[in-house]
Every structure is written in structure tokens, then in C-alpha cells.
């Protein structure tokens, strides 16, 4: 199965890259059907004129960020000199609190479907 998602700059050229090899979304009811073997089809906002497909290796799940940063080595996410605080204080920008309390965060491993 294919998911379309989108995602900033940024996070996207390190996944294109291969510097980035999971994702941190929460574990909403669009998350919660992606299975190990499916793929995401990431479009790159604002513009939305480059794709990239990657195929979902791992699936883990998490109440709060800050427990799923403790956990990841921030290599894995392309935040590598970062702190667990800032990196909580930027996921806030794109997730409230609230979301995440509802739903809880998921990290999804991915590899580039080359």
C-alpha cells in the first residue's frame, strides 16, 4: 500500500539524501495504518513539485516526543548536535501538546525505494 504525506524542505532533502532514516509523526488514525512493507510517496511543501518514495522498515510507538527522542539516536533523525528539548520545542511548532497527548507519536523507519 502507498501513503501520501507531506513534508517541509528540510526533512525531506535528508531523507532524499539518506541522512534521515525515520520519520516522527503522531500515531493518529492515518498513521495508524501504515504496516511494515507499505510505502510513502513524501511530497515536499510548500511547493509540491518533488516526490520521494520510501519503503516503511519499522514502526515504533511512543506516548510523548520527548520519550521517542530519548529513545532514537538523533542520527537517525538528521539532529545530530541537537538537544531532546529543542528537538521536543520544534516538533511543538508542527504538533501541539494536545495532539500529542491524544494520540501519542509514532517514529517510522524508512529506507529509499531506489
Known amino acids: 500500500m502507498i ?9 525531506f ?6 541522512r534521515k ?19 510513502i510517496d513524501f511530497v515536499k511543501v510548500p511547493d509540491e513539485n518533488d516526490t520521494l518514495i520510501v519503503k516503511v ?6 506516548h510523548t516526543f520527548k520519550e521517542m ?3 532514537i539516536p538523533s542520527m537517525d533523525l538528521d539532529a545530530a548536535g ?7 520545542e520544534n516538533t ?10 491524544k494520540w501519542g507519536t ?3 523507519s524508512i529506507k529509499l525505494d531506489r
Open 92 to 101: 511543538y511548532k508542527i504538533y501541539t501538546p494536545e495532539k500529542e497527548k
Open 57 to 62: 522498515i519499522g514502526l515504533k510507538v511512543y
Open 82 to 88: 541537537g538537544s531532546v528539548e529543542e528537538m521536543v
Open 3 to 11: 501513503h501520501k504525506m507531506r513534508l517541509f524542505e528540510t526533512p
Open 69 to 71: 527522542y530519548e529513545d
Open 21 to 39: 532514516t525515520v520519520e516522527v509523526r503522531l500515531n493518529d488514525e492515518k498513521r495508524r495504518k501504515l504496516k511494515i512493507g507499505d510505502k
Open 106 to 108: 509514532l517514529a517510522i
Open 13 to 18: 532533502n535528508s531523507i532524499k539524501s539518506g
